[in-house]
């Protein structure tokens, strides 16, 4: 089971930037389609976007489509948000998942499609 950890979280201005990183254990890294969810106080788990083991194909759930990024770098074990012109409603914890093979979008229920998670990294902006 591959095993992750979050870094990068921080406060942040509205209109500001921040770039979270994940990284993952093991040799098998390019097999794992990636993930990035997030939760706000009171609310759901939410997909926020996906990346395939190859790169492609990518996913962006409607409120960040233009403005995050998701990459990664499989010599690196590493996979990356990056996120601007950021909002108050982005405010959240933030986390990393990973499943193996090809991830084309979300199924009925986002969370159950992935089944390894990190501990999570809190996004704050302020307005």
């Known amino acids: 089971q591959v095993q992750l950890v979050e870094s990068g979280g921080g406060l942040v201005q509205a209109g500001g930037s921040l770039r979270l990183s994940c990284a993952a254990s093991?040799?098998?890294?390019?097999?794992?389609?990636m993930a990035w969810f997030r939760q706000a106080p009171g609310k759901e788990r939410d997909l926020v976007a996906a990346?395939?083991?190859?790169?492609?194909?990518?996913y962006y759930a409607d409120s960040v489509r233009g403005r995050f990024t998701i990459s990664r770098d499989n010599a690196e074990n590493t996979v990356w948000l990056q996120m601007n012109s950021l909002k108050p409603e982005d405010t959240a914890v933030y986390y990393c998942?990973?499943?193996?093979?090809?991830?084309?979008?979300?199924?009925?229920?986002?969370?159950?499609?992935?089944?390894?998670w990190g501990q999570g990294t809190q996004v704050t902006v302020s307005s």
């Open positions: 990346i395939s083991g190859s790169g492609v194909p990518t």
């Open positions: 998942a990973a499943r193996p093979g090809t991830y084309y979008g979300p199924t009925r229920h986002a969370n159950a499609d992935f089944g390894a």
């Open positions: 093991g040799r098998t890294f390019s097999i794992y389609a």
